[in-house]
C-alpha cells in the first residue's frame, strides 16, 4: 500500500501581525496548529527584528513569528520565504482598556505600546497587501476563520481538522490550558501578568470577554481623546471611530455590572506581549 504523504506548505515564514490585545496571539496559535496537520513542526516565536530571532531559527524549515513592530527586515524574510503577513487589528481604545483591564497596566504604558505599534501597522499596510482579521468580527469564534488562514498559507484544510483547531483554541479550551500552565507553575511563583508560556505564548490573564466598546467604562473621556489623537492615521486606515460610541456591540448588558477602574500595578521590568 503506497502511504499518502501530506504535501508540505510552499509558505515558509508566516508574520502575525498586530497591536496588543487585537487576536494576533490567537492568530499565531491558529497557524502553527495548521503547519502541523501538514506535519511540519515549525519554530514558533516573537520578533520585531532579525536580533530577536532565537538561536536555531535558521535550521527550521519553517517560521511562524508574532510581531506588534515588524522592521522591514522582518518583512524581507517574509517575502524571500514565499509566506503571508496576516494582520489582526482593533479599536485602540478597546484594546488599551484590555491591557489595563486584563494585565493592570497603566494608561499611559497601554497608550504608549498601542500607539507605537498602531503607527507602524500604518506603515506596514503601505508596504504590502496583507490578509486583515477585524476583532470586532470575532474572527476568532469562527470556524471558517482557521480555513480561510489555512488557504493563505497554502494548506488544504479539512473540515474536521479545522474544527479540531478551532476547538482547542476556543476562549473556552484556552482558559483551561492557561489554568494548567499556571498550576504547573510555567508563569513563575507569582503567575504575573506579563509572564506568558513560551509555546504559545499565552499569559496568565489572555482571555477576556471580547466585548466591543469596553473603553467607554474603563477610559474618561480626556483619556479616549488622547488615544484619538494617538493613533489617528490608524484609525482613519481602518475605519475606527475618533469620537463617540464605538461601532458594533458596544451597549453593555443590563445585567452585568460596570468594572470598576484598574489600579495600575507596581512597576517591574517584565517582557510585554500580546
Not at 501581525?17 to 514558533?44: C, Q
Not at 453593555?252 to 507596581?266: E, K, M, N
Amino acid at each position: 500500500m503506497k502511504k499518502i504523504m501530506k504535501k508540505i506548505p510552499a509558505a515558509r515564514v508566516i508574520l502575525c501581525a498586530g497591536v496588543k490585545s487585537s487576536g494576533s496571539t490567537w492568530l499565531f496559535n491558529v497557524a502553527i496548529r495548521i503547519l502541523k496537520e501538514t506535519g511540519v513542526k515549525p519554530a514558533a516565536f516573537y520578533a520585531d527584528n532579525l536580533v530577536m530571532f532565537p538561536e536555531g531559527a535558521g535550521r527550521a524549515s519553517h517560521l511562524v513569528i508574532k510581531t506588534h513592530e515588524p522592521s522591514k527586515a522582518l518583512l524581507l524574510v517574509a517575502e524571500l520565504g514565499r509566506g503571508p503577513v496576516f494582520l489582526t487589528i482593533r479599536d485602540p481604545r478597546d484594546a488599551i482598556a484590555s491591557l489595563m483591564l486584563r494585565f493592570g497596566h497603566s494608561f499611559e504604558g497601554a497608550l504608549k505600546d498601542v500607539a507605537g505599534e498602531a503607527a507602524r501597522m500604518v506603515e506596514l499596510s503601505r508596504l504590502i497587501a496583507m490578509p486583515t482579521l477585524r476583532y470586532e468580527d470575532a474572527f476568532f469564534d469562527k470556524q471558517a476563520t482557521v480555513g480561510r488562514i489555512a488557504a493563505r498559507i497554502g494548506v488544504r484544510l479539512s473540515a474536521t481538522a479545522a474544527k479540531r483547531i478551532h476547538t482547542a483554541l476556543s476562549r473556552e479550551c484556552v482558559a483551561r490550558d492557561i489554568a494548567a500552565l499556571t498550576a504547573k507553575g510555567r508563569f513563575g511563583a507569582d503567575a504575573h501578568p506579563d509572564n506568558f508560556d513560551p509555546a504559545t505564548h499565552w499569559h496568565p490573564g489572555h482571555v477576556g470577554d471580547a466585548r466591543v466598546g469596553k473603553f467607554e467604562s474603563v477610559l474618561t473621556r480626556a483619556q479616549q481623546g488622547e488615544v484619538a489623537a494617538a493613533t489617528r492615521d490608524y484609525c482613519r486606515l481602518f475605519g475606527y471611530s475618533l469620537s463617540g460610541r464605538a461601532a458594533g456591540n458596544a451597549k453593555r448588558s443590563p445585567s452585568r455590572p460596570r468594572p470598576s477602574r484598574p489600579q495600575p500595578r507596581s512597576h517591574r521590568k517584565r517582557p510585554r506581549r500580546r
